[in-house]
């Protein structure tokens, strides 16, 4: 049966039920007021807050693998990794102390977006990296698919201190 593009059951048009939010869950009617909230949001939070509150999640992240290691180390047989057992090092270097310093100083007034994103791919690449390399060597097995690992995590590393340099050029023209 043919339809038109109106809703109809039986031949009369079906009307939608009003969807009536509270005030506080309401969308922004436009684009702009979206950015314009999102922005006001944002500039609440201060970095040296946002970087105080990303040491608290990289730490976590690093105890997080500790754990991880100790447990799969358990269920291993008595075979152990040492790539697995540095694994915490990666976050714990990589994220808990650059921005710790960072929201310790006032060395950036803020971090791009894009530098930020980069920084934290290339910390998950690396650790992801110490995971599959210490999980091979359990297992007994050699892989050459590890040095990919670090080499993907460095690039995403040095794109990261790139993009931010070049945010901060564009910023002090």
Request: with cysteine; charged share 10%; glycine share 8%.
């Amino acid at each position: 049966m043919y339809t038109s593009g109106i809703n109809q059951v039986n031949g009369v048009p079906r009307q939608r039920p009003a969807v009536v939010r509270p005030v506080s869950q309401q969308r922004p009617a436009a684009t702009g007021q979206w950015a314009a909230q999102r922005t006001a949001q944002r500039t609440a939070q201060t970095f040296h807050q946002r970087c105080a509150k990303i040491t608290g999640i990289y730490a976590g992240i690093a105890a997080f693998c500790v754990v991880f290691c100790l447990i799969y180390e358990q269920f291993s047989f008595g075979e152990h990794s040492d790539a697995m057992r540095r694994m915490f090092l990666v976050p714990l270097l990589g994220g808990v102390l650059p921005f710790a310093l960072l929201a310790a100083s006032d060395l950036l007034s803020g971090l791009s977006r894009v530098a930020f994103n980069l920084w934290n791919s290339g910390i998950a690449v690396l650790v992801s990296g110490c995971l599959i390399t210490g999980i091979i060597e359990i297992s007994g097995r050699v892989s050459d698919y590890s040095l990919y690992y670090w080499i993907a995590g460095g690039v995403f590393l040095a794109a990261a201190v790139v993009a931010q340099t070049v945010s901060l050029l564009a910023v002090s023209r």
